[in-house]
């Protein structure tokens, strides 16, 4: 009941004629070297086709899961192999950064990519992502956006619409090579109110079609592949001064895979809640020092995430019924211990 009089509440106030204005983005309202913007991932089944002018989203109801941060960085401070490319006017004006962000760390089959840096520029004109800088199988390495991707044109008001392609390559010395081109589509489709769990914000919401072509040539077989992605769906809501998007959905053939939205630092709690009395396992001591163990079953096995998603520790798959975690080298920190076989969690803190 209190979900569904809020809105009632504020527009019986007259909020809509007060707060309810039409903003433009711009510049000032993206993240700078030094701003951090924390976050809560959750997901959702609202309709992303509702939307317009002087719209109201209620997304009151979201439910906050774990726990994340982007904190900007100057390029400067970024590995000095990475910056050549990032960091030199001269040579690569288009791809010289104004910012660099944390990327997370990946892996596949032959191909490890670590200590992931992604580089931005921010202007007058838009905001770009211009590459990336990354440890790919021991060997630093630098990725420029050639051309860059365009992700906002500024300023950005509503009504507006408009596309930029960008193209990047990746060589693995013995094992080959990948190449990605984009065609971004952006369109900025309402304005209005977003209303969040705990807050509430005037925004414009961009919609940004990616349509993505990836190709591969592995050295060994001696020949490559062109093989078109599913088409990725960002639906951002931007509101002033709060650098990123203080909601974002992002579909990938359809499907939600990414719902993240704004959240209070002063909300991050450290405490450790109980374990619910239905939890298919539990764990000692928490809050954790250099060991974790844990009582459940586990037959496809456990994941310790941290706050970005990352999956910094694991449990094979298993019939036992006791485990244990070494956590020798995982930053002390909230974490969530997942079970991959139903998905059950349990807030772990490490401490030190």
Not at 236 to 255: F, H, N, R, S, Y
Not at 263 to 288: C, G, K, L, Q
Not at 318 to 338: F, K
Request: with cysteine; net charge negative; charged share 20%.
């Amino acid at each position: 009941m209190k979900q569904m009089l809020r809105p009632l509440f504020l527009a019986l106030c007259g909020w809509s004629a007060a707060a309810n204005a039409q903003i433009s983005i711009g510049p000032a309202d993206m993240p700078s070297p030094g701003d951090t913007v924390r976050f809560r991932n959750t997901n959702t089944t609202a309709d992303m086709a509702d939307t317009g002018a002087g719209h109201t989203w209620d997304f009151s109801d979201l439910q906050p899961a774990a726990e994340g941060a982007d904190t900007a960085v100057t390029v400067g401070s970024t590995p000095f192999l990475y910056q050549f490319f990032f960091n030199n006017a001269l040579l690569y004006p288009e791809n010289k950064a104004d910012l660099a962000m944390r990327g997370a760390d990946m892996g596949m089959q032959g191909v490890q990519i670590s200590d992931v840096f992604n580089y931005f520029k921010s202007n007058s004109a838009g905001y770009r992502d211009v590459g990336f800088g990354a440890n790919i199988n021991g060997l630093p390495t630098s990725v420029q956006r050639t051309p860059v991707d365009w992700i906002y044109r500024f300023p950005m008001d509503f009504g507006n619409t408009d596309s930029s392609a960008s193209h990047f390559e990746i060589s693995v010395p013995t094992l080959g090579f990948y190449g990605q081109d984009q065609m971004r589509r952006n369109e900025v489709d309402g304005w209005g109110t977003l209303i969040l769990p705990a807050d509430t914000f005037q925004v414009l919401r961009v919609k940004s079609r990616l349509q993505r072509t990836d190709t591969i040539y592995v050295d060994q077989l001696g020949f490559g592949i062109s093989v078109p992605e599913p088409e990725t769906i960002e639906y951002k809501w931007l509101a002033q001064g709060m650098d990123e998007p203080v909601l974002q959905v992002t579909t990938v053939g359809g499907i939600n895979t990414l719902v993240r939205f704004y959240y209070h630092p002063e909300d991050i709690s450290t405490a450790v809640p109980e374990s619910p009395a239905r939890a298919a396992f539990r764990v000692w001591p928490n809050p954790a020092g250099s060991m974790l163990y844990v009582e459940g079953k586990a037959p496809a096995g456990l994941e310790l995430l941290a706050a970005d998603g990352r999956v910094v520790c694991t449990v094979a798959p298993t019939s036992a019924l006791y485990h244990h975690i070494d956590l020798e080298g995982v930053a002390p920190g909230p974490y969530l211990l997942r079970s991959r076989a139903d998905g059950t969690v349990q807030r772990v803190v490490v401490a030190r």
